[in-house]
């Protein structure tokens, strides 16, 4: 079955240690997206790419980094920059189509800072 | 700028009862897709529906419907004979089609509904 797959469930993190999130999908997706969310708010874009080796800035960029070297993947490293980083990460992909679809999301991964 | 608002943060009901979620909503674009996605405990969102700004059909999908009013700027969800397992959070979403090819959901804050037995 296709669909998105985020990795690890749950991940604790030292204060000042870098730590990377996986999200994997076959939908053969072009673009995909990585959000943030916190208790009582709603999601908010950390980064997004439409294509692979490239990807833009979303809303709270700050302190985190991404790459795209394949269609397929779509990491995020949360570094010792980002001052608050205990929250639930979600990634998500969609078509790049002239009609929005909507996006299909992972599971997401559950970071805690120790 | 787009932006989606759910301010009903917490809605318990008892099952059975029937339970609307608000979803009003702000956009500068004529063209424009609005969603629901409902988060379950475990976490992932699933989606509910999509509506095109040129459509104003209500839409109703077994005990689900949806009432689209452009004159208000609304989206609400209504939950018919609601059960236990609809407890989850919702929420609503908008995407302008002048964003851009990645096609932005701006997400509002979500409604935590709690169905008791």
């Known amino acids: 079955d296709g669909g998105i797959t985020q990795s690890p469930k749950y991940l604790f993190r030292k204060e000042g240690q870098n730590v990377t999130l996986s999200c994997e999908q076959n939908l053969n997706h072009d673009a995909m997206y990585w959000y943030r969310q916190d208790p009582g708010q709603g999601l908010r874009l950390i980064y997004y790419s439409q294509i692979v080796n490239d990807f833009q800035k979303g809303d709270i960029a700050e302190g985190y980094s991404v790459s795209r070297e394949k269609k397929e993947s779509f990491p995020l490293t949360v570094t010792s920059a980002q001052k608050n980083p205990t929250a639930f990460y979600l990634c998500a992909s969609s078509i790049n189509a002239g009609i929005n679809y909507g996006y299909t999301f992972g599971s997401g991964t559950r970071l805690t800072v120790v | 700028a787009q932006k989606v608002t759910q301010a009903q943060t917490e809605i318990s009901v008892v099952e059975k009862e029937d339970v609307t979620l608000d979803c009003v909503y702000e956009?500068?674009?004529?063209?424009?897709?609005l969603f629901w996605y409902k988060q379950p405990p475990s976490g992932e969102l699933v989606f509910l529906i999509r509506r095109n700004s040129f459509d104003e059909q209500n839409e109703i999908s077994g005990r689900y419907s949806w009432n689209f009013q452009k004159s208000t700027s609304s989206f609400n969800f209504t939950i018919t004979a609601s059960q236990v397992v609809d407890s989850a959070v919702y929420f609503c979403?908008?995407?302008?089609?002048?964003?851009?090819?990645?096609?932005?959901?701006?997400f509002g804050s979500g409604t935590q509904l709690t169905v008791l037995p």
């Open positions: 956009t500068r674009d004529t063209t424009y897709y």
């Open positions: 979403a908008l995407s302008e089609f002048s964003s851009g090819s990645a096609r932005q959901l701006t």
